[in-house]
């Protein structure tokens, strides 16, 4: 997380991108990294990992974000990416309530294997597909009051996630 004198930031934070196959975390990867988006994306194999660089509180904070595979078969491979990061973008398909059922199960593996201090958020993608929604709002607030976690709209991701993670931890570092 430190700076290295050859590198133009301030802050290196590494973040997950978690949830089952199909949700949609490649796209808002590609969204939040790119401003691109793809109807047809395939499926992620393994782990892929994009970068973006913003300035929160007058330091230049770089995002490392790891978009790892949904797929139970990659469960052993992506498990290892969670050490060392300290923030998790939880997701699921507002459309497809096993997908929300299986936060918890995301939760757990995520605790199991990340820093007990890694910040949580819990988004639900795909919310303009209002006349598919099987997944009711107030489930979802449920849920992220009951879990500890952060919750986020993909319109609002592009910054609030990496602001909000930036100064909790500059708040601890300076304390």
Not at 32 to 47: A, D, M, P
Request: hydrophobic share 35%; proline share 2%; glycine share 6%.
């Amino acid at each position: 997380m430190a700076r290295r004198p050859d590198e133009e930031y301030d802050y290196l934070f590494k973040v997950v991108l978690i949830g089952d196959s199909g949700v949609g975390k490649s796209n808002l990867l590609s969204r939040f990294t790119r401003n691109e988006f793809c109807l047809e994306s395939k499926s992620t194999i393994g782990v892929e990992f994009a970068t973006r660089t913003l300035q929160v509180e007058g330091k230049t904070i770089k995002a490392q974000i790891w978009d790892t595979a949904g797929q139970e078969r990659y469960r052993a491979i992506t498990s290892a990416y969670y050490r060392g990061a300290l923030g998790a973008l939880l997701v699921y398909d507002v459309t497809k309530p096993t997908t929300f059922e299986n936060v918890s199960r995301w939760l757990k593996e995520l605790r199991d294997h990340a820093d007990s201090n890694i910040v949580i958020m819990l988004i639900g993608n795909k919310t303009d597909l209002k006349h598919l929604r099987a997944v009711a709002t107030e489930d979802a607030q449920g849920l992220r009051r009951r879990k500890d976690c952060h919750s986020l709209r993909p319109p609002h991701l592009k910054q609030s996630m990496l602001k909000r993670l930036s100064r909790q931890y500059l708040q601890k570092s300076t304390e």
